[in-house]
């Protein structure tokens, strides 16, 4: 938006479909951020994945007929991105995709379906590294539709640096940096099921004899911990740190700060890249390759052996070597503008 704002071509309106809507999680976000208020707010909340994308469909379809838009530019691989896209094609308007050409190759994973449904009929796939961008040709998109452009979620937290280094959070936490690990988790594969959620306890009680373990909890994984029962055995944990969601520049901070970050979230291995902060993903695979063969990610799965024994070298200072990958300098948003004023 910032960068749209400096161009005498685009109109921008910014609409938020309201998929999420959890106050820590989302309205945060666009107060920290300095986000403009949506021109356009949906409000859809909570449903199901096909309630959701049909309920995002019927109210957008709407809004595309009375805006009547040159293009629908939409992000990353949430319901909203497909649902979005689905109905700008059906009447067609261009479908901008930035972040196109992520992969994962595994189709359990919602995100994944979003992804190839959205890249099979986008006009513009704007990708953020040169593995996605192979992903596309590979599949068969014409080569004039691609433009790698580098990743906007680094502009954001090149553009906030400054901003974030300023938190007390290091001190509130009792925190000196480098000597701490920093925690994400909300996938199901992760903390839906109990024997799961407890050999993840057992590498937080592993990891805590050397250092102290961040964990923000994602509100998915809190019901769990509930449900299962784990209240008392994580009162236990000397070492853990349990804390409500975090905003964007505590986060931040805590992040860049880390000894290393465990985490299943995809965002949080190209931050941790950018940074060259040491993390340790715990899925199966990743859409994001790029941060395991340039960057500063390793891919663990469920094998929390290998976690723990990563965790342990990160703590000592052993840590593969790691480069930012090409075009993550902060200007993705600038180049997309560019492509936008040309070709739109």
Not at 54 to 65: G, K, P, Q
Not at 77 to 93: E, F, H, P, R, Y
Not at 329 to 341: F, N, Q, T
């Amino acid at each position: 938006m910032d960068a749209m704002a400096e161009s005498n071509i685009i109109d921008p309106v910014l609409l938020h479909t309201g998929q999420h809507y959890d106050e820590k999680m989302s309205d945060m976000f666009f107060r920290e951020l300095g986000i403009p208020k949506p021109d356009i707010y949906l409000g859809v909340g909570s449903l199901s994945h096909a309630k959701q994308v049909a309920r995002i469909m019927e109210l957008f379809d709407d809004i595309c007929i009375s805006e009547k838009p040159d293009g629908v530019l939409v992000v990353g691989d949430v319901n909203s991105t497909m649902a979005c896209s689905l109905v700008a094609a059906k009447q067609g308007i261009k479908v901008i995709h930035v972040e196109a050409g992520l992969r994962s190759y595994d189709r359990t994973m919602p995100e994944e379906i979003n992804r190839l449904v959205t890249d099979s009929i986008a006009d513009l796939l704007l990708t953020p590294s040169i593995d996605a961008s192979e992903n596309l040709l590979r599949e068969g998109v014409s080569p004039e539709k691609i433009e790698m452009v580098g990743n906007v979620m680094i502009d954001t937290l090149f553009k906030f640096m400054p901003k974030f280094e300023k938190s007390a959070i290091l001190e509130q936490m009792n925190l000196e940096p480098k000597t701490y690990v920093l925690v994400t988790m909300h996938r199901p594969s992760n903390v839906d099921e109990k024997e799961n959620l407890q050999k993840i306890l057992n590498v937080f009680e592993e990891i805590g004899k050397k250092a102290k373990v961040v964990f923000p909890v994602h509100p998915r994984t809190l019901k769990n911990i509930k449900h299962f029962g784990l209240e008392d055995r994580i009162s236990k944990m000397k070492s853990l740190i349990l804390c409500e969601p975090l905003g964007y520049l505590d986060f931040q901070k805590l992040m860049s700060n880390a000894g290393l970050v465990i985490t299943d979230s995809g965002g949080v291995q190209e931050e941790t890249t950018a940074l060259g902060i040491p993390c340790i993903t715990v899925r199966e695979n990743t859409e994001r390759p790029i941060t395991i063969s340039v960057g500063s990610n390793e891919l663990t799965g469920n094998n929390y052996e290998k976690i723990t024994s990563l965790a342990k070298d990160a703590l000592a200072g052993k840590w593969k070597k790691c480069e930012v990958p090409k075009l993550w300098d902060g200007k993705a948003a600038k180049r997309i503008v560019k492509i936008l004023e040309n070709r739109i």
